[in-house]
């Protein structure tokens, strides 16, 4: 007893007089927070103990450490040492990573690479449920995730969940491979949860995706599909673009906390660098309208109760002293981040280190300016379908356009319209596929990247052969990039590791994709987002006409369909 006692009268850190957030009760209380051993021990007004550590927290606020449940390391383009850092200078603790970007270069292997540089942070993850994204004869990939494989990760206490199930066809299928994970997870773990991945799924067929156990949702939301998911228990994963004003005001009118929280879902490396992280998606809600307390609460506490992780997400007794402390919420100024009860100048960031494997993941030749130059036509023009791309989401829109055939080759760039084309880069059949682009680059340049979400092979995009071509090769020799090229020069984001992200300082990662992102602005790519908006026209779970080396991809339907519908002559009218 003597023992308790004497260990109850000290601590490591004592954070005095601060507005500590009680979650429970979604209030501030001046108060003071007592911390030992990585834990919180004590929470009360005027606490007399003795302390290594006393900090004066007057006028300041103090809340749990952000918590995101749904997000992607790789779509920072760096690893998770470097991610972590950055992410606890804007006041994240704790991640949910799902790694199936890694996952579709490289599979079980990759997820264990990612895994092995994370294990001394607090970063959980999920498990990979669509790799590929949706059939091998769509798309190729790297790696392959079956129930073999998702058997090995569930014995992995690092997994919280199966990763955002995108693939709703193939669900709907009563012996499909997505309804054997399912089965295979709820089998090993009765308690694992199923994260989803549902654009525009509505109705009937929202009651059959949450019917087969999957109920949660992180994509872009409206108002009545907020409304509508909420209403059939499905838990919402709110990111950046679905914190809009009617979506907020959609969250607070029907007082839905308990039912969603924030999310990052992809956070690019610039962005992380020097703007914000799910702190960013916080403040946006706020400043549509959230109460402050409330909005807090959806970045610790909720997302913390979705993962089961009981030990975080509240400033109590035995939790993590996981803590922010804050001079001013609206403006999120930080005073202090604590990660363990210690201040995470202290926190300990490993190496990158990763198999030689993931440094050779890009098995193509260089290729040729011919490929690039679409000849051998015969007629007056081809009607194509063509990819629309929308300025402010990562969804097109199909049309039918009419394209000259100028001596014998389709003048594609005549009509304002780019070239894109997907070339197969893991050694396995060598397929490449064409199509054609509006609203892309208008002035005379041309992007390739491996970072091509989700199978990650090599698409290049452009209206000249000869800046295609040299681009191309660039990813091609760097092992994996991002990269433009123009009349100016060119710019490129290195990406050595599976072609998809950097071993590199944070800094020059976002210093990179600046500058690309500057000159595809410059090249008259207009969109709110240009480096995803091109990295997921090879997405093709996301509506409505993608593509990838296997070819033209209709999403609703799940079949290919030919860029060329028809050649016309000249006994066609026009």
């Known amino acids: 007893m003597e023992s308790n006692l004497k260990w109850l009268r000290s601590c490591d850190l004592l954070i ?33 103990l003795d302390s290594q550590k006393t900090l004066d927290g007057s006028g300041k606020y103090l809340i749990p450490g952000l918590v995101d449940i749904h997000m992607h390391i790789e779509s920072s383009m760096t690893w998770p040492g470097a991610f972590y850092k950055q992410a606890l200078r804007w006041g994240t603790t704790t991640l949910v990573a799902d790694p199936h970007e890694i996952a579709n270069v490289a599979g079980l292997e990759g997820i264990h690479e990612m895994i092995s540089n994370a294990l001394s942070l607090d970063i959980f993850f999920g498990i990979p449920s669509s790799v590929p994204s949706t059939r091998e004869d769509l798309e190729t990939t790297g790696g392959i995730l079956d129930e073999g494989e998702v058997s090995e990760l569930l014995k992995d206490p690092h997994m919280r969940c199966l990763g955002e199930v995108m693939n709703f066809n193939d669900l709907k299928q009563e012996d499909s491979k997505t309804r054997r994970l399912i089965q295979l997870c709820k089998q090993m773990r009765p308690d694992f949860l199923i994260e989803g ?118 400033i109590a007794p035995g939790k993590k002293a996981d803590l922010v402390l804050l001079r001013d919420i609206a403006s999120w100024q930080i005073e202090a981040v604590f990660k363990d009860g210690k201040p995470i100048a202290s926190y300990p960031i490993p190496e990158a280190s990763f198999s030689l494997s993931l440094y050779h993941s890009i098995h193509l030749d260089p290729l040729t300016e011919e490929i690039f130059q679409l000849h051998g036509y015969q007629g007056k023009a081809v009607q194509a379908n063509v990819m629309v791309i929308e300025p402010h989401s990562t969804f097109t829109h199909r049309v039918i356009e009419s394209i000259p055939i100028i001596n014998g080759q389709i003048a594609y760039e005549k009509v304002g319209l780019n070239l ?4 197969e880069r893991y050694g396995k059949n060598g397929q490449h596929a064409f199509g054609f682009v509006r609203n892309a680059l208008q002035s005379s340049a041309a992007l390739a990247t491996s970072w091509a979400h989700d199978h990650h092979n090599l698409m290049v995009m452009g209206n000249d052969a000869k800046k295609m071509c040299k681009i191309a090769n660039q990813v091609i020799a760097c092992q994996g990039g991002y990269g433009i090229v123009d009349d100016h020069g060119q710019a490129m984001v290195h990406l050595p590791v599976g072609g998809i992200i ?73």
């Open 16 to 48: 005095q007089n601060a507005y500590v957030f009680e979650s429970a009760l979604c209030r501030f209380v001046q108060k003071d927070v007592a911390v030992k051993d990585g834990l919180i021990v004590d929470v009360d007004k005027a606490l007399a």
């Open 197 to 314: 991945h549902c654009p525009k799924l509505t109705g009937q067929d929202l009651s059959i995706y949450l019917a087969a156990g999957v109920d949660a949702d992180h994509t872009h939301q409206t108002p009545a599909s907020i409304l509508e998911k909420a209403a059939k228990g499905m838990f919402l994963e709110i990111q950046d673009k679905s914190v809009t004003l009617e979506n907020v005001q959609t969250l607070v009118t029907h007082a839905l906390y308990d039912h969603f929280c924030f999310v990052t879902d992809d956070c690019m490396a610039d962005k992380l660098y020097a703007k914000g992280h799910l702190n960013e998606v916080v403040k946006k809600a706020m400043a549509y309208g959230m109460p402050q307390t409330q909005a807090i609460y959806c970045a610790t506490y909720t997302p913390a109760r979705r993962m089961h992780l009981d030990d975080r997400g509240m």
């Open 420 to 423: 894109v084309m997907v070339f």
């Open 502 to 574: 950097s071993d590199g300082p944070l800094a020059v990662t976002a210093s990179e994709l600046e500058e690309v992102t500057r000159r595809m602005r410059q090249a008259g790519y207009v969109h709110d987002h240009p480096i995803m908006s091109f990295a997921t026209l090879s997405l093709p779970v996301s509506p409505e006409l993608k593509i990838t080396d296997a070819g033209l991809i209709d999403c609703r339907r799940q079949q290919i369909i030919p860029c060329i519908e028809r050649v016309l002559t000249d006994e066609d009218n026009d």
